[in-house]
């Protein structure tokens, strides 16, 4: 019983693994081992694919190891893998089954001696950059009075109490429409470009400021996504990025149209041009009142060195004696008035006396007796006229009379027509069978010539 058991065991010591169970054991020992490591190479053979996956692998001068890293990893990257990019993964080693080939599951993805927020920064911005959206000939200037500024800030922050302070002091005419947002951690580059949208939506806006603080990149990193930097650059109206302080750099500030080194810098941008017109105005309002004081001085010092030459005597002089020649002529002419009135009046009174001493009303009945005779005689001569012109009338109507052919016809005569309505003069005008009409003096018939 011993010898068989052994040789049992014997034969069981000696069968072989299968490939399938080979590999399943390494892969025990080798994700046992190596169930989280930190490895550092650099990136080759980098595929995205359609599925959002990353396949690569790292190498150094003596070996390669092959990685992968799934999209749900991926999306917490700041940056984007690239060949020849010096990185530090962390992860877990893996026995890829179907190949035999053991691999790297990436978890964590690191540049080397450039961080990745500041790798992610100059990758988006080198982007961007290729595409023309930091073009400087794309850059709208900001309007010289603008009536409605719009604010994107948080509305708790400092940021928002600067510009609202340095605007009542710049142009406390200049209107703020404020579309608060968060500017620090997740879901504030959302707020922000829902913020933009809201104020190109308002027709009364000019101008957009979009900023905050200062503060680390991380606090700023909402203004390096590219979602953000891509509202910025469709604004309607023109945008000045007021983000962080003087040293501080984000996408956004490439991509406005304006850069402000901080939020109250920006509000003096689109306030400063009001407030130095009316300075200026005020100069020059200033300027002239000096200046007309200065030549009323001027012209009345010449005034007064004319007054005192003997050339405005002169003038002075002949004026009098052309005011004194005018009085004298004045006189004159009313002198000659009252003469020619009273030699009026005095015609006036001799007509008058004339008009009285005629006797009118004799002279109107002695008209008025004219006048009925000759009424009298214009009566009997129209008469006289209507008696001869209705005998010559009553002589000329019997001479027609004689002459029209109806009398003719009661005298026993008759008229021939044809059939075309003519007149027949002589009997050889119809021929047998022909129709005739005939016209007589209380008729008329039709007839046929034999």
């Known amino acids: 019983m011993s010898q068989l058991t052994f040789l049992e065991q014997l034969a069981r010591e000696r069968r072989p693994l299968s490939i399938s169970e080979l590999t399943a054991r390494i892969k025990g020992l080798v994700e046992s081992e190596f169930f989280e490591v930190w490895v550092e190479g650099e990136i080759s053979n980098f595929t995205r694919a359609g599925s959002g996956h990353w396949y690569?692998?790292?190498?150094?001068?003596?070996?390669?190891?092959?990685?992968?890293?799934?999209?749900?990893?991926?999306?917490?990257?700041?940056?984007?893998?690239?060949?020849?990019?010096h990185v530090m993964a962390h992860g877990r080693l893996t026995l890829y089954e179907p190949r035999g080939e053991y691999q790297m599951i990436v978890e964590r993805l690191e540049p080397v001696g450039l961080g990745a927020l500041q790798l992610a920064f100059e990758q988006l911005k080198t982007r961007l950059a290729?595409?023309?959206?930091?073009?400087?000939?794309?850059?709208?200037?900001?309007p010289l009075l603008p009536r409605?500024?719009?604010?994107?800030?948080?509305?708790?922050?400092?940021?928002?109490?600067?510009?609202?302070?340095?605007?009542?002091?710049?142009?406390?005419a200049l209107s703020v429409l404020i579309a608060p947002a968060r500017v620090q951690?997740?879901?504030?580059?959302?707020?922000?470009?829902?913020?933009?949208?809201?104020?190109?939506?308002?027709?009364?806006?000019?101008?957009?400021?979009?900023?905050?603080?200062?503060?680390?990149?991380?606090?700023?990193?909402?203004?390096?996504?590219?979602?953000?930097?891509?509202?910025?650059?469709?604004?309607?109206?023109?945008?000045?990025?007021?983000?962080?302080?003087?040293?501080?750099?984000?996408?956004?500030?490439?991509?406005?149209?304006?850069r402000a080194s901080t939020p109250s810098a920006a509000a003096d941008m689109v306030s400063a041009a009001h407030s130095d017109l009316t300075t200026r105005i005020s100069r020059l309002r200033e300027d002239l009142l000096h200046a007309m004081e200065y030549r009323v001085s001027t012209l009345r010092r010449q005034l007064g060195d004319l007054e005192r030459s003997r050339g405005f005597a002169v003038v002075r002089d002949r004026i009098q004696a052309?005011?004194?020649?005018?009085?004298?002529?004045?006189?004159?002419?009313?002198?000659?008035?009252?003469?020619?009135?009273?030699?009026?009046?005095?015609?006036?009174?001799?007509?008058?006396?004339?008009l009285s001493e005629a006797d009118i009303a004799r002279a109107l009945s002695a008209r008025r007796g004219r006048l009925a005779v000759l009424s009298g005689k214009l009566d009997a001569s129209a008469l006289s006229m209507v008696r001869r012109n209705s005998e010559q009338l009553a002589v000329a109507a019997g001479k027609l009379d004689s002459l029209s052919p109806l009398a003719v016809l009661g005298r026993g005569?008759?008229?021939?027509?044809?059939?075309?309505?003519?007149?027949?003069?002589?009997?050889d005008d119809v021929s047998r069978g022909d129709r005739v009409h005939v016209k007589v003096s209380d008729g008329e018939m039709d007839c046929i010539k034999e």
Do not use: M
């Open 413 to 427: 005569y008759a008229i021939a027509f044809d059939a075309r309505g003519s007149v027949i003069k002589r009997a």
């Open 185 to 258: 951690g997740e879901g504030a580059a959302g707020e922000i470009i829902r913020a933009i949208k809201l104020l190109c939506s308002r027709e009364e806006v000019d101008v957009i400021i979009v900023g905050r603080g200062g503060g680390s990149i991380e606090d700023l990193w909402c203004f390096n996504e590219e979602a953000v930097a891509r509202a910025i650059a469709r604004s309607r109206v023109p945008v000045i990025s007021a983000v962080g302080h003087e040293i501080d750099y984000t996408i956004a500030d490439f991509v406005a149209d304006h």
């Open 148 to 172: 409605c500024v719009g604010v994107v800030t948080s509305q708790t922050g400092a940021a928002v109490r600067d510009i609202l302070r340095v605007i009542r002091r710049r142009n406390h």
């Open 56 to 85: 690569f692998s790292l190498k150094d001068d003596g070996a390669s190891l092959r990685c992968a890293s799934f999209r749900t990893q991926n999306r917490l990257a700041r940056f984007k893998p690239a060949d020849g990019l």
């Open 322 to 354: 052309t005011l004194q020649r005018l009085d004298y002529a004045v006189t004159a002419i009313e002198r000659a008035l009252v003469k020619k009135t009273r030699a009026t009046r005095a015609s006036l009174a001799q007509l008058g006396n004339r």
């Open 130 to 142: 290729a595409e023309g959206l930091f073009d400087p000939a794309r850059k709208r200037p900001l």
